[in-house]
């Protein structure tokens, strides 16, 4: 195996995630910070708008589960017919208005429609 930190990994992933990632909305907030160079306190309101909620919910892990099952914007524990993977993105760039490309590179494949 490597060597190095073996918690370099899991401190990056957690640094990276932040405000408890897909439990939350963590990875919004994130995504907001890096595509739109947003500081934390504006991408928290940012994606607070788009979601309708207050910026203290946003790390609210109750609240949060409930508000991405009834979007369908993915969840960290699979369900059955739930949006995971692509499908999960395509509508997180949706709701947050932004372009991601993975998403964009699958409409260029399949097309309009």
């Known amino acids: 195996m ?7 990994m899991p401190i990056s992933h957690a640094l990276a995630s932040g ?16 595509h739109r160079k947003m500081r934390l306190p504006e991408a928290k ?13 946003l790390s609210d ?6 508000l991405r099952e009834e979007l369908d914007i993915g969840v960290l524990t699979s369900m ?5 993977g692509l499908e999960a993105k395509a509508r997180i760039a949706s709701l947050l208005e932004v372009s991601i490309p ?9 097309g309009p429609g």
């Open 19 to 34: 405000m408890g990632g897909i439990r939350t909305a963590g990875d919004l907030v994130a995504r907001m910070q890096l």
């Open 2 to 8: 490597g060597s190095g930190d073996p918690y370099g």
């Open 80 to 84: 059955p017919k739930a949006a995971r």
């Open 61 to 66: 892990e109750v609240t949060m589960r409930e």
């Open 102 to 110: 993975s998403v964009v590179r699958l409409r260029e494949k399949i």
């Open 45 to 57: 309101a940012y994606v607070a708008e788009k979601l309708h909620i207050g910026t203290r919910e």
